[in-house]
């Protein structure tokens, strides 16, 4: 599959599309550091065959997207609690997807997201709701520190430098998703070695990642905002997360009237094929509140 580039809000987005245009959209928004390639090509085209036009795509600084002519920002200080000049925020990171639909002549889309992906996709809807016809947010949170905030040796892995040789670094991955992978569910080395492999070929981007992070940090807490939302919504959650514990999901639920939780025992940040059902539950659900409310 081959990617395609447009112009969005002043920068360069690689996406690709699966299924259908004449079917309901779907944007997936992909997480901190991650390319539209960690939505796995068979998910994605089980969402096409289940009737959605699928649209991932690389945010910005990630991928084969625009990456950011700017300094890191003092991440140590914003992991602190101190403010940080961020070279752009969340608002920025939702207003390149806005700019993704326009260029595909999209007026609303559902809207699923994952970790940053899924704050994304909450300041989609804080920002333009017309535009959501539902939001789907897996394993994220409201951005209040208390909510979201990882243990200690997640935070020492992410501040780590990923190495730049093939094997060294796929052996870095593995390590890395069985920290903050789910436990109550097998691990595919061979598949994630495989996606390490394809995730350095393409275009690895630890500034970027850094850049990503100091725009989570620098954003602020969308709770209040949140509490405001009238979109149809439901919350994944794994119970193992460790990197975004479960209690994000939770706050993030209780935030936004009428949103569904769905706590998935055994689920870390990860998503792991045993649970693609659960997503698949969450679009139906929500496709149904979303006409009900049309």
């Given amino acids: 599959m081959n990617d395609a580039r447009l112009n969005s809000n002043g920068i360069e987005i690689a996406y690709q599309t699966l299924g259908d245009p004449d079917d309901?959209?779907?944007?997936?928004?992909?997480?901190?550091?991650?390319?539209?390639?960690?939505?796995d090509l068979e998910l994605c085209e089980e969402l096409a065959d289940s009737g959605y036009h699928v649209i991932r795509f690389d945010n910005r600084d990630a991928g084969l997207s625009t990456h950011i002519d700017a300094p890191v920002p003092p991440i140590v200080r914003a992991m602190a609690g101190f403010q940080?000049?961020?070279?752009?925020?969340?608002?920025?990171?939702?207003?390149?997807?806005?700019?993704?639909?326009?260029?595909?002549?999209?007026?609303?889309?559902?809207?699923?997201g994952v970790s940053m992906g899924g704050m994304i996709g909450q300041t989609m809807a804080?920002?333009?709701?017309?535009?959501?016809?539902?939001?789907?947010?897996?394993?994220?949170t409201t951005g209040e520190r208390r909510a979201g905030m990882p243990k200690l040796r997640v935070?020492?892995?992410?501040?780590?430098?990923?190495?730049?040789?093939?094997?060294?670094f796929q052996d870095y991955f593995v390590r890395m998703f069985r920290i903050i992978g789910s436990p109550g569910f097998p691990q595919d080395e061979a598949r994630v070695r495989e996606l390490a492999a394809a995730t350095l070929e393409r275009a690895h981007n630890p500034a970027g990642t850094a850049r990503q992070l100091a725009a989570i940090l620098a954003s602020g807490d969308r709770t209040?905002?949140?509490?405001?939302?009238?979109?149809?919504?439901?919350?994944?959650?794994?119970?193992?997360?460790p990197l975004v514990p479960f209690r994000?999901?939770?706050?993030?639920?209780?935030?936004?009237?009428g949103a569904e939780l769905v706590a998935i025992p055994g689920m870390g940040h990860d998503m792991p094929r045993e649970v693609w059902p659960r997503?698949?539950?969450?679009?139906a659900k929500n496709s149904e509140r979303a006409a009900a409310t049309a």
């Fill in 24 to 39: 309901p959209p779907l944007l997936l928004v992909m997480g901190l550091g991650m390319q539209l390639i960690h939505w």
């Fill in 84 to 112: 940080i000049d961020s070279p752009y925020l969340l608002t920025d990171m939702a207003d390149d997807t806005f700019g993704l639909l326009d260029g595909l002549g999209i007026e609303r889309a559902h809207v699923m």
């Fill in 126 to 140: 804080i920002t333009r709701p017309e535009r959501l016809l539902s939001l789907t947010s897996i394993m994220s």
């Fill in 155 to 168: 935070w020492s892995l992410l501040m780590r430098r990923a190495p730049s040789d093939r094997e060294a």
């Fill in 224 to 241: 209040a905002a949140l509490r405001r939302l009238q979109v149809p919504t439901t919350v994944i959650h794994g119970t193992d997360d």
């Fill in 248 to 257: 994000g999901g939770v706050a993030t639920a209780r935030a936004i009237p």
């Fill in 279 to 283: 997503f698949h539950e969450a679009l």
